[in-house]
């Protein structure tokens, strides 16, 4: 993990979503501070997801504001943003008709318009930082989910964002699997990349996360560093969750 590392702030100030009559978002605040890791934790439907989502945009807030870097990016032209803050889904959303190679040059091309030859090279240089540079020819189903998640984040880290996002990254995956990809996680947050983690994995939470924050019915119930979420929860419904799941 070599690339220089270009990272932004993001904030969430007071962001409602609706689904018709329910509200999956009530008010959510939110800061991650530049080069910080935030992982997100509750139960299914807390609005995790969402909120996720909401940082580029993918899903438009009903209200509220959302900042990068200090600036308003809630009216700006999406696409402009979602150069600036990559995300990794849950299920890869690789392009199985072609190549690994290609499911990195290809965004390379569209969206940030650059020539083949250079687009080539720098995705040939994200394989390798994800350690899978001899997979470029092969199609995504001849590899195991964890190295196409691995693919996944090569493509993102191929546009070189400022933000990362990472969406229930490894619950897809066979459980042998999953330590090669939050190994990977926990390098880019050394580096310094500004990264949003939703996670059901409370041992990377613990122990990679700046700030942890836990979600129930919308909100953001309570924040702060992991050793006083996870040792010291204040709110019952946290306790409670907690109780489940360690």
Known sequence: MTTAVRSSSVELRDVHVRFGTL??????????????TTCVIGPSGS??????????????????????????????????LRQRVGM??????????????????????????????????????????????????????????GQQQRVAIARALAMDPEVMLFDEATSALDPELVKGVLDLMAGLASRGLTLIVVTHEMGFA??????????????IVEQGPPAQLFDNPRSPRLQRFLSQVL
């Open 23 to 36: 509200e999956v978002l009530r008010g959510v605040d939110l800061r991650v501070e530049r080069g910080r």
């Open 88 to 145: 990794v889904f849950q299920h890869f959303n690789l392009f199985g008709h072609r190549s690994v190679l290609d499911n990195i040059v290809l965004p390379l091309r569209s969206v940030k318009k650059l020539g083949k030859e250079e687009a080539t090279e720098i995705a040939r240089a994200r394989l390798a930082e994800v350690g899978l540079a001899d997979k470029a020819p092969y199609r995504p189903s001849a590899l195991s989910g």
């Open 206 to 219: 613990r122990n990679v996360a700046d700030e942890v924050a836990f979600m129930d019915a919308g909100r």
């Open 47 to 80: 609005g995790k997801s969402t909120l996720l989502r909401c940082v580029n945009r993918l899903q438009e807030p009903d209200s509220g504001d959302l900042l990068l870097d200090g600036e308003s990016v809630v009216r700006t032209d999406p696409d402009a």
